[in-house]
């Protein structure tokens, strides 16, 4: 879903534009949800993403997974929050619509 100032669906850079998502996985062993909202304006992008995850099982793929690090998503339940920003660069090399999006999280 998505809103901008305008009234419309034309993602002017001149106006403010609102995106709102959510999706939900329920799969073997493995439920997953995830919601997010972000807004753009001026080129600048702010967002937020929560999700949950509940993995009843984890079978490694190869012998080099290492459940033991502190990286791994094991078996559990997670909640993650990220949050991130962007700066978009419009029109790279003159070319219309090749823009690169600046971001971190």
Known sequence: MSFNTAGNWNQSPDNLVVNVSTAYL????????????????QRI????IFAVNDIKQYKPTTSTDNLDSEDSLGKGK???YTVNAS???PNVM????????????
């Open 78 to 80: 997670y909640k993650i």
């Open 45 to 48: 992008g702010l967002g937020y």
């Open 87 to 89: 700066y978009l660069i």
């Open 26 to 41: 329920d799969a073997n062993q493995e439920k997953d949800f995830s919601a997010g909202v972000n807004a753009i304006w």
């Open 94 to 105: 003159d070319m219309d619509n090749f823009n690169i999006y600046l971001g971190s999280y």
